[in-house]
């Protein structure tokens, strides 16, 4: 266990890189996963295995656990991301000081091995499993059943709760309104979204489905999930308690 005054700090065996414009940011074997919140970690590489030009912007920025980070561009010979990397040359965690994080949003593209991830980097101490199930499970939104199944597949995701993927034909899509909301995972892949009107309101952005997910999450494609946070579950008959999440 790691108490709130520390960083969580590990070597990652993968193979790491980050591209802008075509060229090569970085390309390392030896990342460092770096938990700067407790919910996911970012990537530190070695300032050697940078092959863009860090420009100093003059830029500092403190942090209480990490110490003062000197900011720059980062340049290749076509694109300049402004403020795009951080290093700690002094930090009070010694395994920062070689190191420079690169904004993942700055870069046009990430690499794991060979395989493109989105979002952030993968969690090694997060697993997902994906289970099918016949129990039975019911939405409810103000008093309406809006999907009603017994051929579920569960999605067990470390740190969050179960979500209920639900056959299309046992949703009542007469309910629901197509969204222009988009979000990725970086273990699921790019989910689109849609509002539920049921006659009183319209609750935006509450249903989800991956239409063509991650090779690893193959078995929730097409099928629709609810934020649990904003509807009435019931689990075989029982009502189930609204979780507390980021996303309630």
Excluded at 180 to 205: F, L, M, N, S
Aim: net charge negative.
């Amino acid at each position: 266990m790691h108490s709130d005054e520390e960083i969580r700090v590990e070597t990652s065996g993968k193979r790491v890189r980050a591209m802008l414009g075509g060229h090569v940011v970085a390309d390392t074997r030896q990342a460092v996963l770096v938990w700067e919140h407790p919910y996911y970690p970012t990537y530190y590489v070695p300032r050697a295995d940078v092959r863009a030009e860090l420009a100093d912007t003059g830029e500092v920025r403190h942090s209480r656990r990490l110490g003062e980070g000197t900011i720059h561009d980062v340049v290749t010979d076509s694109t300049t991301a402004p403020v795009a990397a951080i290093g700690y040359r002094n930090s009070p965690v010694a395994e920062l000081r070689e190191l420079v994080r690169l904004d993942w949003n700055s870069m046009d593209e990430w690499f794991e091995e060979d395989e493109p991830v989105y979002v952030h980097p993968r969690d090694p101490y997060k697993r997902v499993d994906i289970l099918e199930s016949s129990r039975h499970v019911q939405v409810r939104l103000d008093g309406v059943t809006v999907a009603d199944s017994h051929h579920s597949r569960i999605l067990f995701e470390t740190g969050l709760p179960p979500r209920y993927y639900l056959p299309l034909p046992d949703v009542r899509m007469d309910l629901l309104r197509p969204s222009d909301h988009e979000t990725q995972c970086p273990y699921k892949g790019t989910a689109g979204y849609w509002h539920v009107r049921t006659g009183e309101a319209e609750h935006p952005d509450t249903v989800w489905t991956y239409r063509t997910p991650l090779p690893e999450s193959h078995k929730i494609a097409g099928l629709a999930c609810f934020y649990d946070e904003r509807v009435d579950v019931l689990l075989d008959g029982e009502p189930q308690r609204r979780p507390e999440t980021p996303f309630s």
